[in-house]
Structures are given as structure tokens and as C-alpha cells.
């Protein structure tokens, strides 16, 4: 149910040089999903009834991103006045004015920060009648963050930034995460009090705490149990980290759930990815996109799977395989690549060295060895032998071949589409099919054998292949 009395703040207007890219910080993917997808997806949890972004560094890229990622949230642009106070005050402006609930403050590069932990502070916050309740964290090093400065009776006093802070203030361990939740009435009054007398000429929405401390309005700080739950992503060591931080829990919670992954160290899935239980995957394996896989299928290892759907039962080794559907019982691989729009049926099989692209292979059917099927369509029950080309390009349009249900080709063959195999027919080894074989019918290349007698020896003289042939035409003798 929506909370009437509660608004989120995504601040996303950061330009991250030291991610070094050309692409926006908060637009790099963690689990298949940007950063700033992460954070906008907790915010959504907390079911509120605005969400505002703050924007400003490649501002159309970013905006694109949300759009897709949350078409609800308001977007917010920043002004020229640097920092984090100035992002929050165009974001309370952009709030209806007889809005009086409480406002969340989340940063959107800090992508592993869940529901539950937001969930608890807001919950503190409201508890305490706080006009404001910040999320810290306890750290080892805590070089670089604001520091959590208590009184001695251990309360919240302020909060200091690091080039700030005095060098007693530096051994504090205890950080602000940049995570808050404010009354929006005292967020609103103190705010306009905030100036840029600081080291970096900025205006800090940490000050705004210290303000609150001066009136006697109740502030508080809670310090959440794993710190790196508020870790953000600065630069691309941190993005690795993230992401492997975040595999692992996905893992987990797959495996909790029911699925049996026998090597999670080298196992990869993607946030939107979904499992079925009594799912093994073997090691080596990614799952990327919007893959699902159904009961029962066993993945691996050594494959790769990007927007998928597996059936039950289905079996997929060494493959490469994308926007791809393989049916309930397939098997498929090893060393198989399924490009976009391949389908291949209930208890079908796409084998060893294969390729396929656009195409349907029917129930039943298979392309077991060293094939390319390309914009082509097989009916139930058919085999097309090994090493089978579908000549799908005459260099100006791609065209269709049409195999039909219970055929069988011979090895090596040559589908030069468009043609159509009708039911039932069958093609001879080597045949190269330029002209429709009707239903029943055997197709084949007529070409006898010939024979040349002594070639080798009087065209390839003193080589070990006419030596060969010398000496068991005398053994014949």
C-alpha cells in the first residue's frame, strides 16, 4: 500500500571522474541492471508515494535510463550551486507544497542498499519522532567519508567532512553513509540556512543535521549491521565489487530456493534472471538478462545464456545462446551458438558445432554436428544430417528454407534457399538442394565417380604417396 506520508530522493547528478568514462557513473550495470536501476528499485520497495531524481551530469542519458527503469519518477534538474544540500532543496521544490510527510535521501550509486535496511531506519525515524535519522556505518578506514560526531552522552551531534574535519575528528570510525531520513518541514526551514563556508564551497545537506542539533529537534543515527550495504561506487575496482557482492547474494538466494549450483565462485546471474527449483548449473555458467529456466534443467558448464527461456528437463552444455527458446527435454551443445530467435522444440536437439539464427526446430527434430541453420524452419520429428549449410544470403536478401516434419537429409549438404523439403523426403550425402523436393521424394546430385588410374604416380613421382601406391599395386601383383 502506498505511504501518503512519505516521498524518496534519488540523488543521481554526480559526474564520477574517477570512473574515468565516458558513460554516466550510475549507468554502469552491476547483475545486469545500472546502478542507479538498483537504487531506484529500493526506493519502489518502500512504496512511497513520490520519487524524485536529481540529475544533472549527462542529463538526457541519465534521464533515458530512469524513464525505462521508472517512467513514475520525477525528474529534478540541479542548478549551478554545487552540492548535495542544493540537490535536495530543487527536489523539495519540486514536491507538492502540502506535502508533510517524511523524505528518504539515498544516493544513486550506492546499489546495495535493501529495502529492509531503509525499512528499519524509517522506522527508527518515526519511533523517535526524529526531525531527522541518518544511516551510518562503522568502518576499519574511513578515509575519505563525512564522520559521525556523537556528544559525550553518545548522541548525535553533527557531521563532519573529511577535508573538514580536525585531526581528532579524523580518528573517528564511525561514517555517514549519505542516507537520511528528514521531517520535510525541518528539512524545508533549515535547509534555506545553509551556506558554502566549507573546503569544497558546497552545500552540504550534512549541515543541515548540525542546524536541527542547535534548535534541540530530536536527530538521531543508526548504524547499519553490514557496512557494506552503504558502500558506494566511485570507480571501476568498486563497480567489481559491487557486482561480486551482489552475485553472491543473488547465488545464495537461488540456492536457498532450490537451486543446486555447484561452483558459485564461477557462477554469474543477473538480477532479473529467474530459476526454477531442482535447477543444477554447472560451473562456468552466466545467466544474463531476463533468462528463466524451468524445473528440472541442468546448465553447464562453461555457458553463457542471455535473455533465454529453458523448458523443463532441458539440457545445455558449452553453449552460447541468446534471446533463444529452448523446449521442455532439448538438448543442446556442446559447443553450440544460438543466435537471437532461435527455437528449438520439446525434445529437440541442436548439437556439436552448431549454429543457428531465426530459425524453429520442431519437436523432436535435430541438427546434431557442424551445421549453420539460418532463417529456416524445420517441422517435427526430422534429422538434418551433419555438416548441413542453409545458404540463407544471395547477397541482397536473406531468404527461407523450409524443412518439413519427418525428413531426413544426408550429410554435408546444401539447402540454397529459398527452398522447401517437403514431409517425409530425403536427400543423398553431398547434395547441394537448389530446387523443392516434394513430400516422399529422394533428392540428390547425380554425379558418378571417376576414377583416374596411376594418377599419383605419374603426376606426384617420388612422393611418399606414390611410393604407397607403387608398392601395393606390386603387393597386388
Known amino acids: 500500500m502506498t505511504d501518503s506520508r512519505l516521498a524518496v530522493i534519488v540523488l543521481a547528478a554526480g559526474q564520477g571522474t574517477r570512473m574515468k568514462s565516458a558513460r554516466p557513473k550510475i549507468l554502469h550495470e552491476i547483475a545486469g541492471v545500472p546502478l542507479i536501476g538498483h537504487v531506484l528499485a529500493t526506493a519502489r520497495a518502500l512504496d512511497p508515494v513520490h520519487i524524485l531524481a536529481v540529475v544533472r551530469h549527462e542529463r538526457d ?12 519518477v520525477v525528474i529534478v534538474d540541479q542548478d549551478e550551486i554545487p552540492g548535495t544540500g542544493r540537490a535536495v532543496e530543487v527536489a523539495l521544490h519540486a514536491l507538492p507544497a502540502d506535502f508533510d510527510g517524511d523524505v528518504v535521501i539515498v544516493s544513486g550509486d550506492v546499489p546495495l542498499l535493501d529495502a529492509q535496511t531503509l525499512g528499519e531506519l524509517l522506522a527508527a525515524h518515526r519511533e523517535a519522532t526524529a526531525a531527522a535519522t541518518l544511516l551510518s556505518a562503522i568502518l576499519d578506514d574511513a578515509t575519505g567519508y563525512g564522520r559521525v560526531v556523537r556528544d559525550s552522552a553518545g548522541s548525535l551531534d553533527r557531521i563532519v567532512e573529511q577535508k573538514d574535519a580536525a585531526a581528532h575528528e579524523l580518528e573517528i570510525t564511525e561514517i555517514n553513509s549519505g542516507t537520511y531520513v528528514f521531517a520535510v518541514g525541518a528539512l524545508r526551514e533549515q535547509l534555506a540556512l545553509v551556506g558554502t563556508d566549507n573546503a569544497q564551497n558546497e552545500k552540504y545537506i550534512t549541515d543541515v543535521v548540525g542546524l536541527l542539533r542547535q534548535t534541540g529537534a530530536p536527530v538521531g543515527a543508526v548504524a547499519v549491521s553490514d557496512a557494506w550495504r552503504v558502500a558506494g561506487v566511485n570507480d571501476r575496482v568498486q563497480l567489481s565489487e559491487a557486482g561480486l557482492r551482489l552475485n553472491q547474494l543473488i547465488v545464495a538466494r537461488h540456492q536457498r530456493a532450490g537451486v543446486t549450483i555447484q561452483d558459485p565462485a564461477t557462477t554469474w546471474i543477473d ?3 529467474s530459476i526454477e527449483p531442482d535447477v543444477e548449473i554447472l560451473p562456468g555458467t552466466q545467466l544474463k538478462g531476463a533468462t528463466s529456466v524451468a524445473t528440472g534443467a541442468k546448465i553447464g558448464p562453461d555457458t553463457t545464456l542471455v535473455d533465454c527461456e529453458v523448458g523443463a ?4 552444455i558449452r553453449t552460447d545462446a541468446t534471446l533463444a527458446v529452448i523446449g521442455a ?9 544460438l543466435r537471437p530467435n532461435t527455437v528449438l522444440g520439446v525434445k529437440g536437439k541442436i548439437g ?8 524453429t526446430i520442431g519437436d523432436g527434430s535435430k541438427v546434431p554436428h557442424l551445421s549453420y541453420i539460418g532463417d529456416t524452419t524445420v517441422g517435427v520429428e526430422s534429422n538434418v544430417g551433419a555438416g548441413t549449410i542453409t545458404a540463407n544470403y544471395d547477397g541482397v536478401n536473406k531468404n527461407k528454407t523450409i524443412v518439413g516434419s519427418h525428413v531426413r537429409s544426408g550429410s554435408h549438404n546444401v539447402f540454397v534457399a529459398p527452398v522447401t523439403i517437403g514431409d517425409g523426403a530425403y536427400t543423398g550425402a553431398g547434395t547441394v538442394v537448389r530446387k523443392n523436393i516434394p513430400a516422399g521424394a ?5 554425379a558418378p565417380q571417376r576414377n583416374i588410374e596411376g594418377w599419383v604416380e605419374a603426376n606426384r613421382a617420388g612422393t611418399a604417396a606414390a611410393q604407397a601406391a607403387a608398392a601395393s599395386t606390386a603387393d597386388d601383383e
Open 313 to 316: 528437463n532441458a539440457t545445455v
Open 61 to 72: 542519458a541519465v534521464i533515458a535510463t530512469i524513464g525505462d527503469l521508472g517512467p513514475e
Open 271 to 273: 538480477a532479473d534472471v
Open 442 to 446: 529422394l533428392g540428390l546430385n547425380v
Open 352 to 359: 556439436t558445432f552448431v549454429e543457428t539464427k531465426n530459425s
Open 329 to 337: 527435454g532439448a538438448s543442446v551443445g556442446p559447443f553450440a551458438y
